[in-house]
Nanobody, 121 residues
Framework: QVQVAESGGGLVQPGGSLRISCVAS????????MGWFRQAPDKTREFVAS????????NYKNNVKGRSTISRDNAKNTVYLQMDSLKPEDTAVYYC??????????????WGQGTQVTVSS
């Protein structure tokens, strides 16, 4: 069972940037495809981005493509999401999770506490 802990959220102005992080437990992290998800108020949780175990394949939701970059450091058991040109509609709690695969980004296992990202002037 992989446990995760997200961090790095905060308040940012529209057009700004933010990098959020997710540290995962366990010795198998380097074998796991990972993904970022988000949940805005009164909306269901949605997929944002996913990454293959080696980091050489990535997949993005259309409305963040070109503005976000997912990456990972397997030596640190950490996956990152760099978000640029942020918009108010990016406001949400962001979660990471193990996924079925980079191209089948259904989340597996338990969720962490998430990290709040608020985009507002």
């Amino acid at each position: 069972q992989v446990q995760v802990a997200e961090s790095g959220g905060g308040l940012v102005q529209p057009g700004g940037s933010l990098r959020i992080s997710c540290v995962a437990s366990g010795r198998t992290f380097s074998t796991l495809p990972m993904g970022w998800f988000r949940q805005a108020p009164d909306k269901t949780r949605e997929f944002v981005a996913s990454i293959s175990p080696s980091g050489n394949e990535t997949n993005y939701k259309n409305n963040v493509k070109g503005r976000s970059t997912i990456s990972r450091d397997n030596a640190k058991n950490t996956v990152y999401l760099q978000m640029d040109s942020l918009k108010p509609e990016d406001t949400a709690v962001y979660y990471c999770a193990k996924v079925v695969s980079t191209w089948r980004p259904s989340a597996l296992g338990s969720w962490g506490q998430g990290t709040q990202v608020t985009v507002s002037s």
